[in-house]
């Protein structure tokens, strides 16, 4: 069975400081996807990365990186220098790739930036 | 980005009558459609996935004559939920897959709140 695993709930900081939401995941597909997604106040889903299980190297996208280690099922996503419109509930997901591409989404973590 | 636009955004209906909700694919050939559930300050969940000129396939606890799915063309798919209760209310939200695309593009989500 696939299962992500979003430990916090709700996180709050101050503009500037630097935010690390902790994602985990079981699978026992040996190729599968991991996503985080940002859902703002809106609903609307904005897509932020997708990670190959074969990739582990850590990725970059301005102030936004993500840490994959497979050995601990982990896929870590780090702001830096927060800001208020970081503000929203971030969705980790797994994609199985033999389960007919469904996507098992975490239960989501609320990030609260405040000035 | 490929496009997946649903309509209506929102809709407020009276408890006994049906709401259908279209999910279109604007740029690309959507050959599977997902369909998920999100309830307040909960994650999204997969209801249905369907594929191109074929029946639904729904996960398991979601009723199939009561959320109905058609997938008439590689462009479109619709969500019907028949004789909608307030428990039905929540924010529906569609993704699209195309044959030769890697990942989910999701919709923006439509409320549907049943009095």
């Known amino acids: 069975a696939q299962k992500v695993t979003q430990a916090q709930t709700e996180i709050s900081v101050v503009e500037k400081e630097d935010v690390t939401l902790d994602c985990v995941y079981e699978t026992r597909d040996t190729t599968y996807y991991l996503f985080w997604y940002k859902q703002p106040p809106s609903g609307e889903l904005v897509f932020l990365i997708r990670r190959n299980s074969f990739d582990e190297q850590n990725e970059i996208s301005g102030r936004y990186s993500w840490n994959f280690q497979k050995s601990t099922s982990s896929f870590n996503f780090t702001i830096t220098a927060s800001q208020v419109v970081d503000s929203a509930v971030y969705f980790c997901?797994?994609?199985?790739?033999?389960?007919?591409?469904?996507?098992?989404f975490g239960t989501g973590t609320q990030l609260k930036v405040e000035l | 980005g490929a496009v997946v636009s649903q309509h209506p955004s929102w809709v407020i209906c009276k408890s006994g009558t049906s709401v259908k909700i279209e999910c279109r694919s604007l740029?690309?050939?959507?050959?599977?459609m997902f369909w998920y559930r999100q309830f307040p300050k909960q994650s999204l969940m997969l209801m249905a996935t369907?594929?191109?000129?074929?029946?639904?396939?729904?996960e398991q606890g979601v009723e199939k004559d009561k959320f109905l799915i058609n997938h008439a063309s590689l462009t479109l798919s619709t969500l019907t939920v028949t004789s909608a209760h307030p428990e039905d209310s929540s924010f529906y939200i569609c993704s699209a897959r195309g044959q030769h695309r890697e990942t989910q593009y999701f919709g923006p989500g439509t409320r549907l709140l049943v009095l």
């Open positions: 997901a797994l994609e199985h790739t033999g389960g007919g591409n469904k996507l098992t």
């Open positions: 740029d690309f050939q959507a050959t599977t």
């Open positions: 369907s594929n191109e000129g074929s029946k639904a396939t729904y």
